[in-house]
């Protein structure tokens, strides 16, 4: 069978899809394409030339010539016998281009309207620092009666001018922070803000978590850490959850703040004779790490001898 024209004398371009190929994408059938680029290489022409040319059957030819023309690639240009010359190119592809972007944005509407809203049952999951960004920009930019967030300096701070308008419009913000430089979060009296137990030390990795909740109807939750996960629900049970959390890490910053030496005297610095009954091993290794002067093991020992003789 002989070779088309087209086929010896357009290069590919790096993709390896040719010329051929690429008008496949966009809907034309391969005798199309290859008619069509016959005709760019010689025309006018008739069916009889292309065919001869590119090696097609006649009769396929003169199928491909009639579904150009309702294209509006080629135009007739004499009869008997008929010939053909093919619309530049420029001006092809710009009304194809048009084409393409009018259907997708009518498909684009049709699909929206078909999209039934987030399942309020369903924990979202979300991957990636930009994604997780974006989520955060959206629900407190949402937000309408109150931000609760719970998370370090470090990650609070390129959330601030977000916040900032938010306190701006009215919105109740509470912080509960890991971190003790906090003047860039106060936006006026619409603004609380606690140090994690009363001192915003860095413990275990509890800091590397984002936790937020909105308005009493959604919470978000992500590891800011080298994973860059996280998760959002509109789950009652689980908002309410998120915010027992902070309300809870709200009462110990103020008993911490009011009591806090007598606390300490009793469970240990930071509460480490607690800590240490009920972290997981990669929190004790952070535990270790965040304080070195503490002999970690003791302290768990003593409070179980505690609870033992009480």
């Avoid at 290069?11 to 899809?17: D, E, F, I, L, S």
């Avoid at 930009?130 to 470090?154: P, V």
């Avoid at 619409?190 to 936790?211: A, K, M």
């Amino acid at each position: 069978m002989a070779k088309s024209v087209a086929a010896k004398s357009v290069a590919k371009p790096r993709n390896g899809a040719g010329p051929v190929q690429e008008l496949q994408r966009l809907g034309f059938s391969e005798y199309e394409a290859s008619a069509y680029i016959s005709l760019l290489q010689a025309s006018p022409a008739t069916a009889y030339e292309i065919s001869k040319r590119c090696g097609l059957p006649r009769a396929n030819t003169y199928g491909a010539l009639e579904g150009l023309a309702k294209k509006r690639a080629v135009q007739p240009v004499s009869q008997n016998p008929a010939r053909y010359v093919p619309v530049d190119p420029t001006v092809l592809l710009g009304e194809i281009s048009g084409d393409i972007n009018d259907t997708c944005g009518r498909l684009k509407q049709s699909l929206d309207n078909l999209v039934s809203a987030e399942d309020p049952n369903v924990v979202w999951s979300i991957e990636g620092q930009e994604r997780i960004q974006e989520k955060i920009h959206e629900l407190i930019d949402g937000a309408s009666e109150q931000i609760w967030i719970k998370a370090s300096t470090d990650i609070l701070r390129q959330y601030a001018p977000r916040m900032k308008k938010a306190a701006r419009r009215g919105v109740k913000l509470i912080f509960v922070v890991f971190g003790d430089d906090v003047e860039f979060l106060r936006f006026g009296a619409n603004t609380q803000i606690y140090l994690h137990e009363g001192n915003g030390f860095r413990v275990g990795g509890s800091d590397n978590l984002f936790t937020l909740a909105i308005d009493y109807r959604v919470a978000l939750t992500a590891n800011l850490g080298e994973t860059l996960t996280g998760a959002y629900t509109t789950h009652s049970a689980i908002v309410r959850m998120a915010e027992t959390l902070i309300r809870h890490d709200i009462y110990m910053a103020e008993m911490m703040s009011a009591f806090g030496s007598q606390i300490e005297g009793k469970f240990g610095k930071a509460l480490v004779n607690l800590r240490t009954q009920l972290f997981s091993p990669q929190q004790m290794a952070l535990l270790r790490a965040n304080m070195p002067g503490v002999d970690i093991d003791k302290a768990g020992k003593k409070t179980t001898r505690s609870r033992k003789l009480g």
